[in-house]
């Protein structure tokens, strides 16, 4: 079981009194948290679990993680809505995710827009950020980092495109150190953000991110879109220049996917 109190250790002194939680197993780490959103806990509560048996990623997929070897997480935040939007709190986990995974492990973890984590071009950690009735707050970030994850754990269909820390690395990671930094890093990101200071996030996001310039293919409302990635932002979308010079902009909301050319 995920040691909480070694997480703690990890965070510095980030949500010093929120609650975290290690459960054995869970439907969704995100619907434990939404419960205790909905009945008022303290920002920055926390909810891990072993295994889920209804993990949940964007666009209704199911988010996979053998039992025990990976970070499942989520975190209730109480953003404030006069400063900040749902895309703030995507683009911001996202980097608190990849700057985790650095200062834990050393990898070089980069953000594919909008919520994936990668190394090496491999999907490594998503973020879900869910927010309820219209409201930025309360919202539920939910985290699944593949952190000690074997290569032949994965489904069939996920084994080229999705690395663990573990396979990464060539050694066993501690989640508790990554769950410790992320937790950490949301911290002072979230506060960045609700105090003014978007500009510092963005541009730690930008050094970040990937795929600018590179040719990539984007699934958009049930179309393939090819082109090269000209412009990357992690509130305003992406925009994707085709042969003929075209541009065509996509944002987060209708945006399922996206490809560096030839992978997938
Ligand atoms: C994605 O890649 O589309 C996002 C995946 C998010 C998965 C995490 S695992 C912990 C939390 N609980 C869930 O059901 N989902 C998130």
Redesign the pocket.
Known sequence: MLDVEAVRRHMGDAWAGAELRALSSVT???DVAWAWAEAGCAEGTAVFAEE?VK????FG?T?H?PRGRGL???VVLRPPAEAMAPAHVTALAALAVAEAIGAATGLDALIRWP??VAIGGRKVA???AECRNGRLAPCVV???VNVNTRRDEFPDALRASATSLAIEAGRECSREAVAGALLGRLHTCLRDAAEGRWALVADAWRRRASLLGQAVAVHCRGQLHEGRLVALDPLLGIELEGPLGERCRFRAEDTSLILAGGEG
């Open positions: 969704s780490t995100s889920q993990g949940r990623g964007r997929r988010w993680s499942l997480v989520s919520n994936d998503g973020v879900l939910g985290v699944g």
